[in-house]
């Protein structure tokens, strides 16, 4: 802890699509919020940082704000990746106190107020986490293709392949086939080849067209959700084990529409998010600071 106290509790959450900050002051009251351009941790460390400050900087009353008079925590993908996770850091400005966690870690933490409890973040990818006392527990979220089954990019991704299957007699031909066939032209070799160079986000496009069909009654689109409900169901499962007590909360992109797909045991223990992730962030500096033994707490 720095030589003086903080008197900002800043939490960000750094993602591919956008970054988010969250500021409390010492008595957990919000100061701002601001939403600014991506920031990975995988990606030049250097120029993600820059977007925090900027996004920090963004919030009006943080404008003139000396970060050696701040405690950060930022949410960020990618911290089980040890290089990129180093190089982040080696790049972080000073502060009164940082911390670095994963994306899945902030999000428990906004979910459940700062409390225990379990989540599982369904976007683009899927990945879950739990906290009970000191105890934490992580699953999934390993990345995509070889991981994040029942995520954005997964649905995008099987949506494809049934698209292709359609398209040379191995299904049926549907509307959910029709939609993604339609975009290239009624070309199953262009849909293939724009496949063979997609990215998670980019599958994760196709996720939408499976989440409004369904929501007309499409067979093959109501069994992607289905199946991706069972996937979601096994992470939470992992997560939970023996932790009979623990809420559960889904976030992220999907969470409503896979929510009701869940095991109905699964439904039962189910509540909503209480707070976004970057207010997760942020009341984990607020507690790290209040619980440190030089604040005699």
Known sequence: MADREPRVFIGVDGGASKTRVVALDAAGQLLGTANGAAATLNGRADTSWATILETIRAIETLAGL?????SVVVGIAGTEIAPAYRAFLAAAPACGALKVVSDAHIACAGAHDGGNGAIVSVGTG???FCRDGETTARAGGWGFP??????????????VGHALAAADGRRMRDALAERLLADFNNDPGALAGW???????????????????????EASANALLDTAGQHVSAVARALIGDHADLALALTGGLAETIAPRLDADLQARSIPA??????????????????SPETGS
Request: net charge negative; aromatic share 6%; with cysteine.
């Open 66 to 70: 000396d970060l050696a008079d701040a």
């Open 126 to 128: 899927v990945v879950g």
């Open 146 to 159: 070889h991981d994040d089954r029942g995520s954005g990019a997964w649905l995008g991704m099987e949506a």
């Open 195 to 217: 496949a063979c160079s997609a990215h998670a986000g980019d599958f994760a496009g196709y996720a939408r067209a499976v989440v409004e069909l369904a929501g007309h009654g």
């Open 274 to 291: 209480v707070h976004d992730g970057a207010h997760g962030a942020a009341l984990m500096a607020r507690q790290s600071f209040m619980t």
